[in-house]
């Protein structure tokens, strides 16, 4: 099952302004990793921020973690064409023992308007 | 370096049939887990292998199998295709098990199932 939900589902915004989206999961996590999908492609890592830290930066993009919200949310500043893509949070669950694998969100689909 | 290499990358099948995908993790990297991607279930965690071992499996049948060899490569199967097995594979590799590694994605294979 999907636990983390991505808002908004999809984004429409012009280039050169700021892309937020949001993530939530509903278990507890050792972090969540934020990816970039273009169609039909795989996914690119964009950043990891573990459970005990609150904001990470990387160039244009601005990640957030709320704990105690269980969310996070991801800021593109000065979007450009080049980001439209579909965007995951997938989180690394903290659990005893073993391996388990991220669980995705649905994804937010960005669209940069030229 | 190199980045995980998935083969191949298009393929058609005919229900019943069976299929193997390959994948080449990052050097160094000793993880590999799969992943299938669909529009209606979104990425959903296939199975994660670790020397040699499978260490943790989603909520998958028995038709999707794996296997990771001694230089850290892996192949999944999928035996007895059906039509709902068309989706995009996507293979991910990380140096170990430990929790907060960042996880890259290769490119996916794309399977057709007619």
């Known amino acids: 099952s999907q636990q983390g939900e991505e808002d908004p589902q999809a984004l429409s915004i012009q280039e050169g302004e700021n892309a937020t989206m949001n993530c939530s999961y509903k278990t507890s996590i050792n972090n969540l990793q934020w990816y970039r999908q273009n169609s039909g492609r795989g996914l690119v890592h964009l950043i990891l921020i573990r459970s005990n830290e609150r904001e990470k930066h990387s160039g244009r993009l601005r990640v957030t973690l709320d704990t105690s919200k269980k969310s996070s949310s991801l800021l593109i500043t000065a979007s450009r064409a080049a980001d439209t893509a579909s965007y995951f949070c997938?989180?690394?669950?903290?659990?005893?023992?073993?391996?388990?694998?991220?669980?995705f969100g649905k994804g937010t689909h960005l669209i940069i308007q030229p | 370096k190199a980045g995980v290499t998935q083969t191949p990358r298009y393929l058609i099948k005919t229900r019943g049939q069976q299929v193997t995908l390959s994948c080449s993790p990052i050097?160094?990297?000793?993880?590999v887990s799969w992943y299938q991607q669909t529009p209606g279930q979104g990425l959903q965690f296939l199975f994660e292998?670790?020397?040699?071992?499978?260490?943790n499996k989603g909520n998958f049948p028995g038709r999707f199998s794996g296997r990771q060899f001694s230089n850290s490569r892996s192949e999944m199967n999928v035996s007895t295709l059906e039509l709902g097995d068309s989706a995009l594979y996507l293979c991910?590799?990380?140096?170990?098990?430990?929790?907060?590694?960042?996880?890259?994605f290769g490119e996916g294979s794309w399977l057709t199932v007619v």
């Open positions: 997938a989180t690394d669950k903290r659990s005893g023992g073993g391996a388990d694998g991220l669980t």
């Open positions: 292998y670790f020397s040699e071992t499978q260490r």
């Open positions: 991910a590799s990380r140096p170990g098990l430990t929790r907060g590694n960042t996880i890259y």
């Open positions: 050097s160094g990297h000793r993880s």
